[in-house]
């Protein structure tokens, strides 16, 4: 009997908490000559990510698509790297410009110098 109003508590907070962190957090991400940071604040959130620079051999963007019941479809872009081993990490995700995606991509090859080339399965 006591559980019943426990796990609607619990519910509640959960969804207060996605409310507030979606509209307070913001998304840094920081590229130096050791690493790539991706870091979500003020309210923690999971997606925390290093990636050693020396590890990266190449980035690319992925689009999701997300269908309706009605029909209909929306998208939403991640960007990857690909480190010098073949494994590919997410570096961000739920992104809803295809711009947005494409520029964070090119910035941190730029600042890393790396040569932009096609990668199987990545968003053009």
């Not at 870091?39 to 990636?51: F, I, M, N, Q």
């Not at 992925?62 to 073949?86: E, M």
């Not at 080339?117 to 990545?122: F, L, S, T, Y």
Request: hydrophobic share 40%; aromatic share 8%.
């Amino acid at each position: 009997m006591m559980l019943f109003p426990l796990i609607h508590v619990a519910v509640g907070a959960g969804l207060s908490y996605f409310t507030l962190a979606g509209f307070l957090n913001t998304t840094t991400v920081s590229v130096d000559a050791s690493q790539i940071s991706v870091r979500h604040a003020p309210l923690p959130w999971p997606g925390k990510k290093d990636v050693p620079t020396l590890e990266v051999q190449q980035l690319y963007c992925k689009q999701k698509v997300h269908r309706g019941k009605n029909g209909s479809c929306s998208y939403s872009y991640s960007v990857h790297a690909i480190t010098k081993d073949g494994v590919s990490q997410e570096l961000l995700r739920s992104l809803q410009n295809e711009e947005q995606a494409l520029f964070i991509e090119q910035l941190i090859e730029k600042r890393l110098l790396i040569k932009d080339e096609p990668v199987a399965g990545a968003h053009v």
